[in-house]
């Protein structure tokens, strides 16, 4: 999907020297603010995203987007810096707050961050090129076609004299801002595509403080929160008593449906946080797992769904079928676990509110924190800190406002933290889903295929009902149903897809045996199919998700593991981006092992090969140890584990080598945070079927092999 | 309340806590050596291993009383003047973070093994990382950091 933008940048001198550039991401929102035209007196806050030179030829950029351990803080400077022709050594890159006048899309979620900031930073950077250039042509009386860029500095083409930036920077910011900019040819990029580490990496290994829990105030105090235990519970009266007497409380007291404690250490909070005694009361029904298994099973049988494809006549196909294959798939809630416990600082005073912490959503939280305080939006302040782990987890900035609520009680800063209990426990799952596929089968050929599902609280969204195998079947239906439950759920890594993949993947290879076909001559084929559809809403390449089968088949070397050894395939289309998989699974003391995983990727051009690699090794690891392990069962409202030793998180002995091919191409860049994690559960599946014999329908798969498993 | 001489990355400090404040909480709160990380509280994940005398212990459930006088408390601060143990070398060259959050458990669970087995096995290795979680799940690159490592010892 193109936008249509009409970009404005602005330049300007700062009062300690140093050219400034702004830009907007989708200026066609912000078209109406002026330009200025004094630029000596121009107001910085005009500006968006911006670049610094400084006069001895150092350039500072501003990274706007909240770093999760997704490496935007690095990826994304590196396309203003490449645009700009700057050697990186000479680059410093800073984290800006929240700015709304300056930036668009200061979010962390969907994949979507370099994707859609592609345009705008290369404009940023060609920009501030394209006037140093004129800069120098000028100072030296020549057509500004007779300079290059290299390296930092403009070059005379012709009697090869060079001027850094540096020295061109203040007339630079003087001239006019060109409309249009050329951007470089991918066979020019000197930093796109080259391994670049971490701007934090040297402050990371040395424990220096990034995070929210790390952020310090003088004459801050720390808090936690008791919050109902059950989801639909509410609070009826609690006894303070003891936790006051603990030495180093400072005060305890209720918030809407909570209790905050708040003492002069986070320890100390946490101690009195345990002595509080409150008493709950519920008129909603306090829900369990097994009624959300019965309610997903009656919707899934229900005629009453939401229709969000159907191609062709579906119901005739499965009538005039020989064959019919129907499978149910389910998967339980999940909690995000961030390594990080959610956490926020918050000062607030009177008419104002200044809060720093890990969000990945800060202007959404600016507005709820304005309207919880009843001030304006423009006096409350959100600096970002780097994030312990995102993962959908904090788009929901509910512990942002209960740190603003504390805070504004208590007049004083605060910085609130969670328990790793209360975070497992007080979370925004990933919701319980089930789906059933069926596939009608004629003449030895796939003629009909339909998919339903049900979910607590929504449904698959966007174009997620026209990924693959939409468009590749003549007769395919998709159709949805939820249940609204009092549990609180939402996007956890690849929302929807990261269960959906799994199954549909799954099934595919029950097709294939029934078809008697190989699995990955069976997607090439189908998606032979797909060529030449003009469906706006498929937007899978067809010829791209074969080059990464065949890519991934090549690797893997699929079809001829050793003995004992047992493959499973998988391609998937999500985030923008085309990926395969081959999953190798062998049975040790009769339990699956998933020892290694190929994973062949399709996301254009990759910008930072050294963290797209990592990161999509984590996206395949995360992926096997969900789909492996991740158990989390409801009971009268309450979750069934509350910290790392009742809940399985993949470790180190269990996380299979992960080998990362990318197709080469120049094309533009697409999501990486999260496409490599929703093939990993089908991938397993599939070798784990062939490994054991068992096709596996619900997740976690490990509890089909364990019996009264204590994690479980 | 009452008052405990900590040596810390080689100096001595005095605090005055409740006895039984893990540890970790003295560092992080008390201390401001925010480099050992809060992640669990039960032993169960790693974030807050430091070195007691050289050996990775989980300051999360460790009480300040526990720790003997004389006893050397090293953390992430400490491992190296410059931040350039061998483990933190070869992090840096293999870029082995994503969130960066568990890396100073991981890191200070590697620079024991290392220690203790310079030449560990591929096999010693993951036993030995086995505690540390990281939710990114960049194992791939913690092993062959440790690896690397391994090679500058």
Redesign the interface.
């Known amino acids: 999907m193109k936008t249509n933008r009409r970009n404005f940048i602005k330049a300007g001198t700062f009062t300690t020297g140093g050219l400034f550039l702004g830009i907007n991401f989708l200026a066609s929102c912000k078209a109406d603010v002026p330009l200025p035209k004094d630029l000596s007196k121009l107001n910085f806050k005009d500006f968006n995203s911006y670049i610094r030179i400084s006069e001895d030829g150092y350039v500072s950029i501003y990274s706007a987007n909240p770093e999760?351990?997704?490496?935007v803080k690095t990826s994304m400077p590196m396309i203003v810096a490449e645009e700009l022709e700057i050697p990186w050594e000479k680059v410093h890159v800073e984290q800006t707050g929240l700015n709304s006048n300056w930036y668009e899309r200061q979010v962390a979620g969907g994949s979507q961050s370099i994707r859609q900031g592609w345009d705008g930073l290369r404009e940023a950077g060609a920009t501030a090129r394209e006037m140093l250039k004129q800069a120098a042509a000028n100072r030296w009386e020549i057509d500004v076609a007779e300079v290059e860029a290299e390296q930092g500095a403009i070059v005379n083409q012709t009697t090869k004299e060079k001027l850094h930036y540096g020295q061109l920077v203040e007339d630079a910011a003087k001239l006019e801002v060109p409309e249009k900019v050329e951007f470089k040819k991918p066979k020019e990029y000197k930093i796109i595509g080259k391994?670049v580490?971490?701007v934090?990496?040297?402050k990371?290994?040395?424990?220096?403080?990034?995070?929210g829990?790390?952020y310090?105030e003088e004459n801050m105090l720390?808090a936690c929160a008791i919050r109902p235990p059950a989801f639909g519970q509410k609070l009826e009266s609690f006894d303070a008593t003891k936790a006051k007497s603990l030495?180093?409380v400072v005060d305890v007291f209720r918030f809407g449906d909570k209790i905050a404690i708040v003492a002069n250490?986070?320890?100390?909070s946490?101690?009195a946080q345990k002595l509080v005694e409150a008493v709950w009361t519920s008129d909603e029904k306090l829900e369990s797992s097994e009624d959300h298994a019965s309610v997903l099973d009656t919707l899934l049988s229900a005629k009453n769904s939401e229709v969000l494809r159907n191609d062709g006549d579906v119901d005739q196909a499965f009538k005039e079928a020989d064959e019919v294959i129907e499978r149910t798939y389910a998967a339980p809630f999940l909690p995000h676990?961030?390594?990080?416990?959610m956490n926020f600082f918050a000062d607030v005073k009177e008419g104002s509110a200044r809060l720093v912490g890990p969000i990945q959503t800060p202007k959404w939280t600016q507005g709820r924190v304005a309207e919880l305080l009843k001030i304006e939006a423009e006096n409350v302040t959100i600096d970002m800190t780097?994030?312990?782990?995102?993962?959908g987890r904090r788009l929901y900035g509910g512990f942002a406002l209960e740190a603003a609520e504390i805070s504004s009680v208590m007049k004083r800063p605060i910085q609130m933290?969670f328990?790793?209990e209360d975070d497992m426990t007080q979370g925004t799952y990933r919701p319980a889903s089930k789906y059933k596929i069926s596939a009608s089968i004629k003449d030895g050929q796939l003629t009909g295929y339909k998919l339903k599902e049900a979910c607590i609280n929504g449904n698959m969204y966007g174009l997620i009902p026209n990924f693959f195998p939409a468009g590749a079947l003549k007769n395919y239906r998709v159709e949805v149903a939820k249940y609204d439950s009092n549990i609180t759920t939402g996007a956890w890594r690849a929302p929807y897809t990261n269960f959906l993949a799994s199954c549909e993947q799954s099934f595919f290879d029950e097709i294939a045996l029934v078809l008697k076909k190989d699995p990955v001559q069976m997607r090439l084929d189908l998606l032979e199919n797909v060529k030449g559809n003009t469906d706006e809403k498929i937007e899978y390449s067809a010829e791209r998700l074969q080059d990464v089968i065949r890519l991934a088949a090549e690797k893997s070397n699929w079809g001829k593991a050793k003995e004992g050894v047992h493959q499973g395939f998988v391609a998937y289309y999500c985030h923008n981006t085309h990926v395969a998989e081959v999953a190798e699974v062998e049975m040790v003391e009769g339990l699956p092992m998933v020892k290694k995983v190929v994973c062949a990727i399709d996301c254009g051009i990759v910008i930072n090969p050294?963290?797209a690699k990592?990161?999509a090794?984590?996206?395949?690891?995360?992926g096997v140890?969900h789909s492996m392990f991740g158990h989390f069962q409801f009971k009268d409202g309450k979750p069934s584990a509350s910290?790392?030793?009742k809940y399985r998180?993949?470790?180190?002995?269990e996380?299979p080598?992960?080998e990362v091919y990318f197709v080469e191409n120049e094309l533009d860049p697409t999501g990486l945070g999260e496409p490599t994690l929703p093939p990993a559960g089908g991938a397993v599946a599939n070798a784990i079927f062939k490994a054991s014999g068992r096709r596996l329908f619900n997740q976690p798969f490990i509890n089909a092999f364990v019996d009264n498993n204590p994690l479980m | 309340m009452a008052q405990f001489k900590l040596h810390v990355n080689g100096t001595e400090k005095i605090v005055e806590v409740s006895e039984d404040m893990p540890l970790l909480w003295v560092l992080r709160d008390h201390l401001k050596l925010v480099g050992t990380k809060y992640g669990c509280g039960i032993a169960q994940c790693g974030a807050c291993t430091v070195h007691i005398d050289g050996v990775a212990m989980r300051s999360c459930v460790l009480p300040v009383s526990q720790i003997e006088n004389g006893m050397k408390i090293t953390t992430i601060e400490g491992l190296s003047q410059n931040g350039d143990h061998p483990v933190q070398q070869a992090w840096k060259e293999l870029d082995v973070p994503q969130c960066g959050y568990c890396q100073a458990g991981q890191m200070m669970t590697a620079s024991a093994l290392l220690a203790d087995n310079k030449r560990p096995s591929e096999e010693e290795i993951k036993q030995a990382m086995h505690g540390n979680i990281c939710r990114c799940a960049t194992y791939n690159r913690i092993l062959d950091g440790v690896k690397l490592a391994s090679k500058k010892m």
Not at chain 1, 68 to 71: A, P, S
Not at chain 1, 386 to 391: A, P
Request: negative net charge; charged residues 25%; proline residues 3%.
């Open positions: 999760i351990g997704q490496g391994d580490s971490n934090d990496l040297h990371i290994v040395k424990g220096e403080p990034l995070f829990l790390d310090y720390y030495d180093g250490d986070t320890w100390t946490f101690k676990n961030c390594m990080e416990p780097r994030m312990g782990g995102g993962f933290v328990t790793r050294i963290a990592n990161q090794e984590g996206g395949v690891i995360d140890g910290n790392f030793d998180l993949i470790r180190m002995t996380a080598k992960v």
